[in-house]
């Protein structure tokens, strides 16, 4: 079975950073496309990143040039690191990946770590 | 990439639900479906168009044609009471995923 456990969430004051964490097992994170998704209170889902098997790497617009994706092959394990956080960056935030690397779903979801962004 | 579902359907058990998620030429692109119940991380109903993933029942379906991709849930149950969201991956400015604003099925 493929599971994904999101951790590292948390309160943090406004201008803060943090590091999320997804950890995968059953699914090799080198070898797909690997995502990260976030949903803030009472809205919808909003992608976020996504780290290719290859290497390269996209953000949303909101996002760029303040969050990096990355990962550790060794550990099977997905990051994303959240520097200059404002309160809008509030969310449940997903890690996502599937089997298909040119159509792009998302077969797989861990169930989420809560990031809140308050003084 | 823009793509716009309605806020709300509302249906009557036993009969058909249908979402849609529109957008500039959705048919020329493979638009997935998720389910999100309250409190729980989404999960896929359909991808590629048309496709189920192992597990749903085929009373989930899709279409997707010109700027409408549709999503059809036929004979209704309470428990298909939830958010769906429609995404697509849009290569033609930057490399990233887009979901629709997402509907929320009411069963009456």
């Known amino acids: 079975d493929v599971q994904l456990v999101e951790s590292g969430g948390g309160l943090i004051q406004p201008g803060g950073s943090l590091r999320l964490s997804c950890a995968v097992s059953?699914?090799?994170?080198?070898?797909?496309?690997m995502n990260w998704v976030r949903q803030a209170p009472g809205k919808g889902l909003e992608w976020v990143s996504v780290?290719?098997?290859?290497?390269?790497?996209y953000y949303s617009d909101a996002v760029r040039g303040r969050f990096t994706i990355s990962r550790d092959n060794s550990k099977n394990t997905l990051y994303l690191q959240l520097n200059s956080l404002r309160a809008e960056d509030t969310a449940v935030y997903y890690c996502?990946?599937?089997?298909?690397?040119?159509?792009?779903?998302?077969?797989?979801w861990g169930q989420g770590t809560q990031v809140t962004v308050s003084s | 990439y823009v793509l716009t579902q309605p806020p709300s359907v509302s249906v009557a058990p036993g009969q058909t639900a249908s979402v849609t998620c529109g957008g500039n030429?959705?048919?020329?692109?493979?638009v997935h479906w998720y389910q999100q119940k309250a409190g729980q991380a989404p999960i896929l109903v359909v991808f590629?168009?048309?496709h189920r993933p192992s597990g749903i029942p085929d009373r989930f379906s899709g279409s997707n044609s010109g700027n409408t991709a549709t999503l059809t849930v036929s004979r209704v149950e309470a428990g298909d009471e939830a958010d769906y969201y429609c995404?697509?991956?849009?290569?033609?400015?930057?490399?990233?995923?887009?979901f629709g604003g997402g509907t929320k099925v009411t069963v009456l």
């Open positions: 996502a990946t599937g089997h298909s690397d040119w159509s792009f779903r998302f077969d797989y």
């Open positions: 059953g699914f090799t994170v080198s070898a797909n496309y």
């Open positions: 780290i290719y098997s290859s290497g390269g790497t």
């Open positions: 030429n959705i048919g020329g692109k493979s």
């Open positions: 590629d168009d048309t």
């Open positions: 995404q697509v991956w849009d290569r033609s400015s930057d490399n990233q995923g887009v």
